[in-house]
Nanobody, 125 residues
Framework: QVQLEESGGGSVQPGGSLRLSCAAS????????MGWFRQAPGKEREGVAA?????????YADSVKGRFTMSRDNAKNTVVYLQMDSLKPEDTAMYYC?????????????????WGQGTQVTVSS
């Protein structure tokens, strides 16, 4: 049973930073695709970033490129992070991490069958 648990959300002023964490357990392959998604009230869910747990870099949505950085814990490849810098009010959303066994691993690829419960990020002055 795959389980994902996010942490690290909160409230921050515009221009501030937050780091989200996602711990995964119960997945059976040595390298899965983990992604970060967000959904604001009244808007569609948006893929933010994705990367493989076993190696390789991350890919990002255009809306966050240059401001967000996804990384993994190399000692524990079951933990990924999303460092969010230069936050804007439009980044306000519930953020979810998700896991996919698909060979394609991007924020827009499908196959994310496992989801965490989400953590709220609010950017406001």
């Amino acid at each position: 049973q795959v389980q994902l648990e996010e942490s690290g959300g909160g409230s921050v002023q515009p221009g501030g930073s937050l780091r989200l964490s996602c711990a995964a357990s119960g997945y059976t392959y040595t390298s899965a695709c983990m992604g970060w998604f967000r959904q604001a009230p009244g808007k569609e869910r948006e893929g933010v970033a994705a990367m493989r747990t076993g190696g390789g870099g991350a890919t990002y949505a255009d809306s966050v490129k240059g401001r967000f950085t996804m990384s993994r814990d190399n000692a524990k490849n079951t933990v990924v992070y999303l460092q969010m810098d230069s936050l804007k009010p439009e980044d306000t959303a519930m953020y979810y991490c998700a896991l996919s066994y698909s060979p394609i691993c991007t924020p827009k690829s499908g196959g994310f069958d496992y989801w965490g419960q989400g953590t709220q990020v609010t950017v406001s002055s």
